[in-house]
């Protein structure tokens, strides 16, 4: 029989040790890894068993000592010293010990029961240790280990829950000068006992001459982007879009329609719902899984391989100008994912006019449940030349959202100057362990929202589509309710290109989920989307390709998911977040007939250059406002830049 909950371990460590790789491999779970600061915004637990007694091992974000400097640090500090009689496993990196052990210094200080754990995932370390000679020298037991890769972890486990360990000597407290000081000092000369150093340093690369130098960061990061987009969309993307789409038409889709055929015949209202609003809605959305399922595999191992480390330092100047910093720019590259999750991380900005600015920021950017909304529409409308206009839907994200936090930087919401640590871990081949359960997570997330979510809200959108106040069927005429109250608000958008009602309704749907606008198009265009957007009478028909644009640009800017709303009301509160829908609103409206306006008057001079024309203005004028607000010394690769240290 198992028994319940034996005792509860703390693992305690700085940022970027390896902290939550050790979470992940002794409970078997699949928390989210990342070399950043605040990738861990508050605690984790999970039960594991060990000799048929079940712990609770709690995973705490990373911090540098016992003073907290940011909100993530103070949630860790306050939970460690409110449960000061539990065991804590604090793990160090082996490349970074001179720093990484003032905090086991500082843990010792205070009585802690601490067992140390060193992790080493490089091949080539830049030390060699003697764990027996550590573990005399500060009187706690010590094991080295390889996270990622589970070595030793049993060994841990039992130094961790055996009984009778003896506590460490308490360390005697001095004050906060003698710790700037007098620990880091003593910290080399244990070392110096019972560690070999090389001469390499850690994180150095000679990558970082280019990767981080002033004029080539933002051109090699766009250059890196520009080729993802392409091999996500394009080259491998679609080609499985369309494979998949295949398989479910064929292997799904058709069983499914005859199976209700010979249960309610052809014309039965029930056939033609699960025939148009599952069958060909759904799988037109599940057929962009393989796109946005690449999307964040590249992500992934962009961040796994060192490299948005780099890219934080790169931006880190350039969002200070407007009122951010570098920790702002793990949760603006989120909001590529999924705005809701983004939004989360910003909890860990010790500034909360800062951390306001960031949320209401981010779902400016284009998450990837607006992907299939480009890659359907601007597909059918501009063919092979998508590929520009979406690359300048991502561009336009990023101005919008950096231009509207300046403004508010100027304005309502100034920041003051915020505390930001970097490390630049070394260059490092991605886990494809990791990057494929990255995939698995993401391909599961996706198919249960537009499998439960999504499936519901076209049933819906269906029934008010082809249903009367009356309660009359109304496919072959009549007015259905929500054509009724969608004619109502339909002239607001004439402005901007595409007054229709459908693509009104389509809009509103997309306010639940961003998924259901494209599936409620299809629904609406009675499952033949191509030719409902080409159709004049169709009610999802556009006029112009200057009105598909307008409809596209409006879809990146208004209003983020019900999700999203949620999770700003939690973190900013409802008065901020009301703010940001209204400005959502006009913003979106405003660029969108600008737009509108402007490809009008260029459709004379052709589409394809004119698009491409755009992106490469808007590449080069954001490359001049990064070089406007880039440092004028980047760092050369050093294992802790400590212009970076604002304590």
Request: charged letters at 20%; one cysteine or more.
């Amino acid at each position: 029989m198992k028994s319940c909950c034996k005792d509860e371990i703390l693992l305690v460590g700085n940022p970027n040790t390896g902290k939550t790789t050790l979470f992940n491999a002794i409970t078997k779970s699949d928390e989210h890894i990342g070399n950043w600061h605040g990738v861990t915004v508050e605690e984790k637990s999970k039960f594991f068993e060990i000799k048929g007694e079940k712990y609770s091992l709690v995973d705490l974000p990373g911090i540098y000592s016992l003073y907290a400097l940011s909100y993530e640090e103070q949630v860790a500090i306050d939970y460690i010293k409110s449960h000061s009689d539990k065991k804590i496993i604090n793990i160090c990196d082996l490349n970074n010990l001179e720093r990484n052990l003032f905090l086991t210094l500082c843990l010792l200080e205070e009585g802690f029961d601490v067992v140390l754990v060193v992790n080493s995932t490089l091949k080539n370390p830049n030390r060699k240790l003697d764990t027996k000679k550590l573990s005399k020298t500060l009187g706690i037991s010590v094991v080295q280990i390889d996270a990622q890769k589970g070595k030793n972890i049993e060994k841990l486990l039992d130094l961790v829950t055996q009984k009778g360990q003896v506590k460490p000597k308490k360390i005697p407290k001095k004050s906060m000068q003698e710790d700037a000081e007098d620990k880091y000092k003593l910290i080399e000369k244990i070392l110096a006992g019972c560690s070999q150093k090389t001469n390499e340093i850690y994180g150095k690369s000679k990558l970082d001459k280019f990767l981080l130098n002033r004029f080539f960061a933002p051109m090699i990061f766009l250059g890196v982007m520009a080729l993802i987009f392409y091999l996500t969309f394009f080259l491998v993307g679609e080609t499985l879009s369309n494979i998949l789409l295949d398989f479910w038409q064929e292997v799904v889709g058709k069983p499914v329609i005859n199976l209700f055929l010979s249960a309610f015949g052809k014309n039965s209202w029930v056939t033609m719902m699960i025939d148009e609003a599952i069958v060909v809605g759904f799988g037109l959305v599940l057929s962009f899984l393989p796109q946005i399922v690449l999307l964040y595999f590249f992500l992934s191992i962009l961040e796994d391989s060192g490299y948005l480390s780099r890219v934080a330092f790169v931006f880190d100047d350039m969002l200070e100008k407007i009122g951010l910093s570098g920790k702002s720019v793990y949760t603006l590259l989120m909001g590529f994912g999924c705005s809701a999750s983004a939004i989360m991380t910003a909890r860990n900005m010790d500034d909360k006019r800062a951390k306001i600015k960031t949320a209401i920021a981010t779902p400016f950017l284009s998450c990837s449940a607006r992907l299939p909304i480009y890659l359907a529409i601007g597909g059918a409308f501009f063919g092979k030349y998508n590929l520009f206009l979406i690359f300048f839907l991502y561009l336009l994200g990023i101005a919008v959202s950096i231009l509207f936090s300046f403004v508010l930087n100027k304005t309502i919401l100034k920041s003051k100057n915020q505390s930001f640590l970097l490390e630049l871990p070394p260059y490092r081949f991605p886990s494809m362990k990791r990057s494929l359960k990255i995939l698995w997570k993401n391909t599961k997330s996706f198919i249960f929202r537009i499998g439960s979510l999504l499936i519901s809200m076209n049933v819906i959108v269906w029934v008010l589509s082809n249903f009367s106040f009356t309660f009359e069927f109304v496919k072959n005429g009549g007015q259905s309710m929500i054509e009724s109250i969608a004619k109502f608000i339909a002239p607001l958008f004439f402005p901007l290109g595409f007054a229709s009602w459908g693509i009104v309704v389509c809009l509103l749907v997309g306010v639940v989920a961003k998924e259901g606008i494209l599936s409620c198009m299809t629904l609406l265009a009675g499952g033949n989307l191509a030719k409902g957007l080409f159709s004049s009478s169709s009610v999802i028909g556009f006029s112009s390709t200057a009105s598909v644009v307008s409809f596209l640009v409006f879809c990146l800017l208004y209003i983020p998911c019900l999700s999203t709303i949620a999770v700003m009301f939690k973190e900013i509160g409802k008065k901020w977040t009301f703010f940001a829908i209204i400005i959502e609103i006009l913003i979106a409206y405003f660029v969108s007939m600008v737009f509108y306006n402007l490809f009008k008057l260029c459709e004379l001079f052709g589409f394809a250059k004119v698009i491409l024309c755009f992106v490469l203005v808007a590449a080069v004028c954001l490359l001049v406002v990064l070089f406007c607000f880039s440092k004028k010394n980047m760092c050369n690769g050093c294992d802790f830049c400590r212009k970076k240290t604002k304590r």
